[in-house]
Structure formats: structure tokens, C-alpha cells
């Protein structure tokens, strides 16, 4: 009887960590890594659509608590040719220990990349010559259109929405 038992705990135990990482790994995504020829793409991309590229680390406090307008912005503009980019400047070492496990907990739908360069001087003028290299900073841009709006502060999504509202209509 004890080893019976045993074994429906141990079949239980084994049931309800597959369904632990079933659970996870709804919500995990894969964080590609990009290179700085990536941002230069987005910004030449001759397309009307409107990239909206947010630059942000998950120590900031200010990045963080702007990401929900960003996910908000997303998914309400998705079908109108917006598309939003949370670029990571986490350290690299931190992407599997701490961005990771940000954008599960936090589960985050949205395009999440991380940007794979070790001289962020090298791409911050690629972004805006205006871009002192403070984050959050989020680029609003569409070549196609003709619109380029940059800022380095924390956006609330009235700011997020009233640029791409502009850029839609340029």
C-alpha cells in the first residue's frame, strides 16, 4: 500500500511540474539578438509602416513602468501597421538571468529584442544625434512616411499614441 502510494506521489509530482513549464512556456519567448545594422534597417525601411523603438534595461525604473503603454500601443496598433520594439540594452550576461525571466513574469506579448553590441556609442547616433544615451528613449519612425520623432524620457501612452497618430497621418 505505501508503495503505491508512493508511486501516485511521484506520478503527481512529475504531473504538476510538466504543467508548471507548460504554464511558463506559454508566456516565455524567444529574445532574438540584434545587431546595430538592424536599427539602421528599421529606420530606412521605405514601407509606410511606423516603427516604434523603444530602448530600455530592466533596472530602470522609469523603462519599466512605461512598458504596459508600449504592450497597450502594440496590440491596439498592430493592424494598422505599427509595430512596436522593446530593444533591451541590458549587460548580455543578464539577458537569460534577468531579461528573460522579466518578459515571462511580466508576460509580456509585444516584440522584445535584445541589442548585441559591446559599445553602445558605436549605434546611439544611428538612433538620434539628439540621444545622449540615457534611457528609457523610444524612436518613432517611418521613411516611407516621412516621420522621425525621438525622445529620452519616460512617455505615457497619450505621448506614444499622439506620435504615431502623427505618423500615420504624414
Known sequence: MQALLAAIMKKLLYL????LF????????D??????????????DTSNTVYVL????????PCVAEIPDFEKLSQGYADKGVRVVL????????????????VTRKKLEGSVVFIDETTPNNWIDLVSPEWTGAIPATLVVSKGRGFEQFF???????????????????
Open 54 to 61: 523603444n530602448f530600455w534595461a530592466t533596472w530602470c525604473a
Open 87 to 102: 530593444i533591451s540594452t541590458d549587460f548580455r550576461r543578464d539577458v537569460e538571468k534577468r531579461l528573460k525571466p522579466f
Open 22 to 29: 507548460s504554464v511558463v512556456s506559454v508566456y516565455a519567448q
Open 152 to 170: 529620452e524620457k519616460q512617455l505615457h501612452f497619450e505621448e506614444l499614441e499622439a506620435a504615431v497618430k502623427a505618423a500615420l497621418n504624414n
Open 31 to 44: 529574445i532574438p539578438y540584434i545587431k546595430s545594422d538592424q536599427i539602421t534597417a528599421w529606420k530606412n
Open 16 to 19: 504538476s511540474v510538466v504543467l
